[in-house]
């Protein structure tokens, strides 16, 4: 097989599962199916961009997808003024103590030149400095998560429209990268992952813990939506003529009034939630050709070229005088920025933010596979490793249940070995996921899309 027909093949599959889904099961799975594939594909970018483009081994996905999905809340959720009344003052002194430490540590280290002067002077700037945070932060956070903790506890966000978030999320996302980059950048690959994993953990345990932030593990719900509620449309009158205009057909073969009316009841109900996955489909979709169209034009550049170059030899591109780590730098920034939006966008779909949802194994092994089975080095393999193998893992479960129905069939219904099949069924999904990247690494080490080298 050329590499010319591998992406319309492998898309063209692609759309025959999803076709598949759709009639044997409802186009409302299908779609949902195909939401969670394009966020996972924004993902898969981002990723793409950090280790098939610059080389770099993130393993702290998951950090970067809570860092967003947190940013949703900030953003959209609105402000619980009680919180800020009682306790937003020390929040607010306790941060800028915060800031101002930091910035006399960074110029104690950098303008004092006797070193035990220096390390003396940073040792009092951290004690004080805890000194002064904790006579305002315990205290405030106290105050905030004692109100009403069974509907907020925390401080709330901005009240803003939650797409603004997806925005908002790049910039907390990738200025969060600046700060892990400047610190674990100079690591060897497999300290920066061990690096990243463990940096992306201390983010989720922040997130699972600091209630007056986040609500904790007691998750914020009721996020506002950027589509209309399915109820909204069920009563709107130019949705219920859409509708009965579609159905036209059907619903005059229906004999009697009373019939007719039930039949047009559910087909209304069912249509609006397929209408709001579209509507999802929409949005996503718009954003995931946005951020293809300008990587594609960005790593066609020159700019893109040096950092290809870099990655494949970073001695002679060092010996060229190019800066590897800012190059690093930059590419680290821009593919957790495009992390972080996709996290704002699964809680936008989610309408909301649960902390405990957060694994490794979701935000980042399966992530690194879609990566793997596209095709590292290339985005469009990166979109189709995100539909494929997102839609291998939601199928994977059903399919597994059935097929050890089918071994049990032949046992009694209280059959040990029986039970122990059955009851295994819903994990057989990580054993095909391992088995897919043995196969994908077997049978197609540069995945499916591989990445196009141009020769000149």
Same mark, same amino acid.
């Given at each position: 097989?050329?590499?010319?027909?591998?992406?319309?093949?492998?898309?063209?599959?692609?759309?025959?599962?999803?076709?598949?889904?759709?009639?044997?099961?409802?186009?409302?799975?299908? @779609?949902?199916? #195909? *939401?969670?594939?394009?966020?996972? $594909? %924004?993902?898969? &970018?981002?990723?793409?961009?950090?280790?098939?483009? +610059?080389?770099?081994?993130?393993?702290?996905?998951?950090?970067?997808?809570?860092?967003?999905?947190?940013?949703?809340?900030?953003?959209?959720?609105?402000?619980?003024?009680?919180?800020?009344?009682?306790?937003?003052?020390?929040?607010?002194?306790?941060?800028?103590?915060?800031?101002?430490?930091?910035?006399?540590v960074m110029f104690a280290y950098r303008?004092?030149?006797?070193?035990?002067f220096r390390n003396t002077s940073i040792?009092?700037?951290?004690?004080?400095? @805890?000194?002064? #945070? *904790?006579?305002?932060?315990?205290? $405030? %956070?106290?105050? &905030?998560?004692?109100?009403?903790?069974?509907?907020? +506890?925390?401080?709330?966000?901005?009240?803003?429209?939650?797409?603004?978030?997806?925005?908002?999320?790049?910039?907390?996302?990738?200025?969060?990268?600046?700060?892990?980059?400047?610190?674990?950048?100079?690591?060897?690959?497999?300290?920066?992952?061990?690096?990243?994993?463990?940096?992306?953990?201390?983010?989720?345990?922040?997130?699972?813990?600091?209630?007056?932030?986040?609500?904790?593990?007691?998750?914020?719900?009721?996020?506002?939506?950027?589509?209309?509620?399915?109820?909204?449309?069920?009563?709107?009158?130019?949705? %219920?003529?859409?509708v009965e205009r579609i159905n036209d057909?059907?619903?005059?073969?229906?004999?009697?009034?009373?019939?007719?009316?039930?039949?047009?009841?559910?087909?209304?109900?069912?249509?609006?939630?397929?209408?709001?996955?579209?509507?999802?489909?929409?949005?996503?979709?718009?954003?995931?050709?946005?951020?293809?169209?300008?990587?594609?034009?960005?790593?066609?550049?020159?700019?893109?070229?040096?950092?290809?170059?870099?990655?494949?030899?970073?001695?002679?591109?060092?010996?060229?005088?190019?800066?590897?780590?800012?190059?690093?730098?930059?590419?680290?920034?821009?593919?957790?920025?495009? %992390?972080?939006?996709?996290?704002?966008?699964?809680?936008?779909?989610?309408?909301?933010?649960?902390?405990?949802?957060?694994?490794?194994?979701?935000?980042?092994?399966?992530?690194?596979?879609?990566?793997?089975?596209?095709?590292?080095?290339?985005?469009?393999?990166?979109?189709?490793?995100?539909?494929?193998?997102?839609?291998?893992?939601?199928?994977?479960?059903?399919?597994?249940?059935?097929?050890?129905?089918?071994?049990?069939?032949?046992?009694?219904?209280?059959?040990?070995?029986?039970?122990?099949?059955?009851?295994?069924?819903?994990?057989?999904?990580?054993?095909?996921?391992?088995?897919?990247?043995?196969?994908?690494?077997?049978?197609?080490?540069?995945?499916?899309?591989?990445?196009?080298?141009?020769?000149?």
């Amino acid at each position: 097989m050329t590499d010319d027909l591998r992406a319309p093949l492998a898309f063209t599959f692609m759309g025959i599962l999803l076709a598949i889904v759709g009639f044997t099961q409802s186009w409302s799975v299908s @779609l949902s199916i #195909i *939401n969670l594939c394009l966020i996972s $594909s %924004i993902m898969a &970018i981002g990723v793409n961009l950090q280790w098939g483009y +610059g080389g770099l081994f993130n393993a702290g996905v998951m950090g970067f997808t809570a860092l967003g999905g947190l940013t949703a809340v900030l953003v959209s959720y609105d402000p619980v003024y009680e919180a800020w009344d009682k306790a937003g003052i020390g929040i607010l002194i306790s941060a800028i103590i915060l800031i101002l430490s930091i910035t006399l540590v960074m110029f104690a280290y950098r303008n004092i030149s006797s070193p035990q002067f220096r390390n003396t002077s940073i040792v009092l700037i951290i004690i004080a400095a @805890l000194i002064g #945070i *904790n006579n305002f932060y315990g205290p $405030s %956070i106290d105050v &905030i998560e004692s109100i009403n903790p069974a509907k907020t +506890g925390f401080l709330g966000g901005l009240g803003l429209p939650i797409v603004f978030s997806w925005v908002i999320a790049a910039f907390v996302a990738g200025l969060v990268a600046w700060v892990i980059g400047r610190i674990t950048l100079r690591l060897r690959s497999d300290y920066l992952a061990i690096a990243t994993l463990g940096i992306s953990e201390i983010v989720i345990a922040i997130v699972k813990h600091e209630d007056w932030l986040s609500r904790g593990v007691k998750n914020v719900s009721g996020l506002d939506r950027p589509v209309p509620y399915e109820i909204e449309l069920q009563q709107s009158e130019w949705f %219920i003529n859409l509708v009965e205009r579609i159905n036209d057909a059907t619903l005059n073969s229906v004999q009697t009034i009373s019939s007719r009316q039930e039949l047009l009841n559910d087909l209304i109900i069912v249509s609006s939630g397929v209408f709001v996955k579209l509507c999802y489909v929409g949005l996503f979709l718009s954003v995931l050709l946005l951020i293809f169209y300008l990587s594609h034009l960005a790593l066609n550049s020159p700019w893109g070229r040096m950092l290809r170059a870099i990655r494949d030899n970073e001695e002679t591109a060092s010996a060229m005088g190019k800066n590897i780590f800012a190059q690093h730098l930059q590419i680290f920034i821009i593919g957790s920025a495009i %992390i972080g939006i996709a996290g704002a966008m699964l809680t936008t779909l989610d309408g909301q933010f649960t902390p405990g949802s957060y694994r490794p194994l979701r935000f980042t092994f399966i992530i690194w596979l879609m990566v793997i089975v596209g095709g590292s080095g290339n985005n469009l393999g990166s979109i189709f490793g995100g539909f494929f193998v997102w839609f291998i893992w939601i199928e994977a479960e059903p399919l597994s249940i059935g097929f050890m129905n089918l071994l049990a069939s032949g046992f009694e219904y209280d059959n040990p070995i029986r039970m122990h099949l059955l009851g295994s069924a819903a994990h057989l999904r990580l054993f095909i996921m391992g088995l897919l990247l043995l196969l994908a690494l077997r049978f197609m080490p540069r995945g499916v899309i591989p990445e196009r080298i141009q020769k000149k």
